[in-house]
């Protein structure tokens, strides 16, 4: 459009100046040439106007021609353009809704699985070993090795010392090397006693004073274990398992037990 205009403008131009002259010979004709020398020099001078207008018109159609040539293919590619934006927005659209639908998907199956998760945890945490403390030890243990001790303990606890003996035993056959043997013993030896059974009584609390003599139990064991030899009427067994309770274990409410039973056995 700017050649257009360029042309346009160069054509009048041109046309201004041919009037520019005709006027100047119009003005001055009568003091240079006769009136059929000025009308001739202004057909010629009119006549190349023509021409150049003719040959502008000409020019600027040839330019116009061009443009229009130049600006159907722009046009169609344009077109072609917004249509192909027109899929891409479409496809995109289309593309997020997809995302938005796995994005919830997605987000309920992590859901499901946290539940899953959750509920597994809740049904393995019975199995795994549990942390205890007793008597001053910590130690893990499993399930079922914790559900008999408290069962056995159970039965110690209301006296039923003939239950309380074969379950005790049971569980030191099953978990020898539990963390609760050294008590399981202890109170096997109890259990042994209350009943009456003072030998076995006796193999129980050596056996649980060897395994561990310093137990905070051990200064209980001793004395039981003199107990039971005093049951047995074997009096000096029993002094010499009271003074070596004294000897090893000073200082405790079972040694100042001792030191009465030693009295009461003179």
């Known amino acids: 459009m700017n050649l257009l205009q360029g042309s346009l403008a160069s054509t009048r131009g041109l046309r201004a100046l041919a009037l520019a002259a005709v006027s100047l010979a119009a003005g001055t004709a009568h003091a240079l040439f006769n009136d059929d020398e000025a009308r001739k020099a202004i057909l010629e001078l009119r006549t190349r106007v023509q021409q150049s207008e003719d040959a502008q018109r000409q020019r600027v159609e040839q330019l116009s021609t061009q443009v229009q040539d130049q600006l159907g293919p722009l046009r169609r590619s344009m077109l072609d353009l917004n249509s192909q934006i027109d899929g891409l927005r479409s496809e995109i659209a289309k593309l997020r809704g997809q995302n938005e639908q796995l994005a919830r998907e997605l987000s309920e199956t992590q ?12 049904r393995l945490k019975p199995l795994e070993p549990q942390k205890v403390a007793l008597d001053g030890r910590e130690f893990q243990v ?25 379950t005790l035993n049971s569980f030191l056959k099953r978990f020898p090397a539990s963390g609760y043997a050294d008590s399981v013993r202890f109170w096997l030896g109890n259990a042994q006693y209350g009943k009456r059974d003072y030998k076995d009584a ?26 039971c030899q005093i049951e047995l009427k074997d009096v000096k067994l029993a002094r010499r398992s009271l003074e070596d309770l004294i000897k090893a274990y000073p200082g405790t409410e079972a040694a100042q037990a001792a030191k009465e039973r030693l009295n009461a056995l003179k």
């Open 142 to 166: 499993g399930p079922e090795e914790r559900r008999q001790y408290d069962a056995a303990m159970g039965l110690v606890r209301r006296g039923d010392f003939t239950e309380a003996v074969n």
């Open 111 to 122: 859901r499901r699985l946290n539940d899953q998760a959750q509920a597994l945890d809740s």
């Open 202 to 227: 006796i193999a129980s609390f050596k056996a649980f004073i060897a395994g561990n003599p310093e137990h905070p139990r051990a200064s209980e064991a001793l004395l039981a274990l003199a107990n």
